[in-house]
């Protein structure tokens, strides 16, 4: 009868096999960081799946392919060539990937109808310029990317109302935000390389109703 299932905090699990016996029907699963990667292609009789989390394991990834009815996906400590596994994703409405070293998000406008995207301190990922294809995004959450020291021009990404940037470190235009048409929260956290004179592109936006910010 279950529908959601999660398993965590066993580092050394050998094995995932058990879920066989979970009803095909499953909607959400989570598995944690384990010893050693896990045969995942077990979670391919799940088609159902509408959220899953995946954290280290690589082994049979490709199974994600096979699950087109997902709608939130989140990759933590996993590293990806690119992203055309994801692709199949047609119903992804929400992606996070934390950790791992995927250094190329050309394919992210290729994928669902993406609403919210999080990437938090992925090694290596200089280049956010696909952000600026993602039409129907609603919520940005960028952290501690530090080799990024630019934003994309957002004035296409129409539906952006929330931007949350913490410990970016190498940001210091902000003019990129104030093009994003609709923005109304924006929250910079822990972003000591700024100054108030930094955030005067953001005056006068005819949407923006709510600004946190920390200089340090």
Same mark, same amino acid.
């Given at each position: 009868?279950?529908?959601? !299932?999660g398993?965590?905090?066993?580092?050394?699990?050998?094995?995932?096999?058990?879920l066989?016996?979970?009803?095909?029907?499953?909607e959400?699963?989570?598995?944690?960081?384990?010893?050693?990667?896990?045969?995942?292609?077990?979670?391919?009789?799940?088609?159902?799946?509408?959220?899953?989390?995946?954290?280290?394991?690589?082994?049979?990834?490709?199974?994600?392919? +096979?699950?087109?009815?997902?709608e939130?996906?989140?990759?933590?400590?996993?590293?990806?060539?690119?992203?055309?596994?994801?692709?199949?994703?047609?119903?992804?409405?929400?992606?996070?990937?934390?950790?791992?070293?995927?250094?190329?998000?050309?394919?992210?406008?290729?994928?669902?109808?993406?609403?919210?995207?999080?990437?938090?301190?992925?090694?290596?990922?200089?280049?956010?310029?696909?952000?600026?294809?993602l039409?129907?995004?609603?919520?940005? !959450?960028? +952290?501690?990317?530090?080799q990024?020291?630019?934003?994309?021009?957002?004035?296409?990404?129409? +539906?952006?109302?929330?931007?949350?940037?913490?410990?970016?470190?190498?940001?210091?235009?902000?003019?990129?935000l104030?093009?994003?048409?609709?923005?109304?929260?924006?929250?910079? !956290?822990?972003?000591p +390389?700024l100054?108030?004179?930094?955030?005067?592109?953001?005056?006068?936006?005819?949407?923006?109703?709510?600004?946190?910010?920390?200089?340090?």
């Open positions: 009868f279950l529908r959601r !299932f398993v965590d905090a066993t580092h050394y699990l050998d094995s995932i096999d058990g066989r016996h979970l009803p095909v029907d499953l959400e699963l989570g598995i944690g960081a384990t010893r050693r990667s896990l045969d995942l292609s077990v979670i391919g009789r799940f088609p159902e799946l509408r959220a899953l989390y995946l954290e280290g394991q690589t082994r049979h990834i490709e199974v994600l392919s +096979q699950l087109t009815r997902l939130e996906l989140t990759l933590r400590s996993i590293t990806l060539p690119d992203l055309s596994l994801l692709v199949p994703l047609r119903r992804l409405l929400s992606l996070d990937i934390k950790l791992g070293g995927t250094k190329d998000l050309g394919l992210l406008p290729e994928i669902g109808s993406l609403r919210y995207l999080e990437l938090w301190l992925i090694r290596g990922l200089s280049d956010l310029s696909a952000i600026a294809g039409t129907e995004l609603r919520h940005l !959450f960028l +952290q501690a990317l530090k990024v020291d630019r934003l994309p021009d957002l004035r296409a990404v129409r +539906q952006l109302r929330r931007v949350h940037l913490e410990t970016m470190g190498g940001l210091r235009d902000l003019r990129p104030a093009a994003a048409p609709a923005l109304e929260e924006l929250t910079l !956290f822990d972003m +390389q100054q108030v004179e930094d955030l005067r592109p953001l005056v006068g936006h005819p949407t923006l109703r709510a600004v946190s910010v920390s200089l340090g």
